[in-house]
């Protein structure tokens, strides 16, 4: 592998350089459908917090966070049928 010629690409990658939203490892998150979220994976499309208790006593954060999962429950539910 020392010995294979590199491109000299931006990046060393062909195309379009890719958008990172989040930090390279984001494992376990609460309610997301995958152990794993890819950096490639916006923000908007996974829930603002790791832990459920930084919406406990926050009225206006748990409307929030309600709004959110209904809104993945509803998308989910579109895939499946």
Do not use: C
Not at 43 to 62: I, V
């Amino acid at each position: 592998e020392w010995t294979t010629p590199v491109e000299h690409l931006h990046g060393n990658w062909p195309g379009e350089i890719p958008t990172v939203y989040r930090w390279p490892y984001d494992y376990s998150k609460p309610n997301a459908e995958e152990d794993f979220i890819p950096q490639t994976i916006p923000f908007s499309q996974t829930m603002s917090s790791n832990m459920p208790h930084d919406f406990e006593g926050n009225a206006e954060s748990e409307r929030i966070q309600r709004e959110w999962e209904e809104q993945r429950a509803a998308a989910n539910e579109t895939k499946i049928n």
